[in-house]
């Protein structure tokens, strides 16, 4: 079964550092892996896909790798910002193609 | 509408009630999802529909939970003989694509959920 893992589980930040976000799954045969973003009482909004075979995606000021035989991704966020405030949750698709595995989230606050 | 349409937002329900969840999916989207999620954690999928065919259930928790799409567009989660453990946030998401062209790069989007509580 699909385990997805995300660290820390909370973070806070000062206005404009750099930081990176932790996930990890255990089955390495994944399609692809989406970062989201999730504000409070909202649903999910998609920021990244990266397919299996891709090593990174580029968005803004966000970038994600994938290590897919290590069964790892980072979600990099340069310069960070009081609206990027949110939790940001790691999903990775498996098996049949239907369905998403998610992990608990990482809760990140962004401070003036 | 614009996005993925969820109602009711808000739903209490004693134990032992029967709820209906409504998600009107974005308009021509072939797929949709329903996935739960508890206080604290990331979201469960529950089942997939591929327009009016429902090809995956493999997530539905028990028998007293039920999902339909008869004409391929809105859907509706049933939850019978509600729970205290049922209480969470449900999504609704839907995608263009089938699932195997929404999982090369398809964007799909998710409404803002349905949040019950079970008393």
């Known amino acids: 079964k699909q385990e997805v893992t995300q660290i820390p589980a909370a973070l806070s930040v000062p206005e404009g550092e750099n930081l990176v976000l932790n996930c990890s799954f255990t089955?390495?045969?994944?399609?692809?892996l989406q970062w989201f973003r999730q504000d409070p009482g909202k649903g999910l909004t998609s920021l990244l896909l990266i397919q299996s075979s891709q090593r990174e995606q580029t968005s803004g000021r966000l970038n994600a790798s994938l290590d897919k035989s290590s069964g790892r991704s980072t979600l990099y966020i340069a310069a960070s910002q009081p609206g990027d405030s949110a939790t940001y949750l790691c999903a990775v698709c498996t098996g049949t193609a239907s369905k998403l595995t998610f992990g608990t989230g990482t809760r990140l606050q962004v401070t003036l | 509408g614009a996005g993925v349409s969820q109602s009711p937002r808000y739903k209490v329900a004693k134990r032992g009630q029967d709820v209906a969840l409504r998600c009107d999916p974005i308009?021509?989207?072939?797929?949709l999802f329903w996935y739960q999620q508890a206080l604290g954690q990331g979201p469960e999928f529950l089942t997939y529909?591929?327009?009016?065919?429902?090809?995956?259930k493999s997530g539905l928790p028990s028998d007293r939970f039920f999902a339909e799409r008869p004409e391929g567009s809105v859907s509706t989660l049933k939850i019978q003989r509600t729970q205290q453990e049922d209480s969470a946030v449900y999504l609704c998401?839907?995608?263009?694509?089938?699932?195997?062209?929404?999982?090369?790069?398809?964007?799909?989007?998710f409404g803002e959920g349905s949040w019950l509580t079970v008393v």
């Open positions: 089955d390495s045969a994944i399609y692809n």
């Open positions: 529909f591929q327009n009016e065919a429902q090809l995956d």
């Open positions: 308009s021509g989207h072939v797929s």
């Open positions: 998401a839907s995608s263009l694509a089938r699932t195997s062209e929404t999982y090369s790069g398809n964007t799909i989007y």
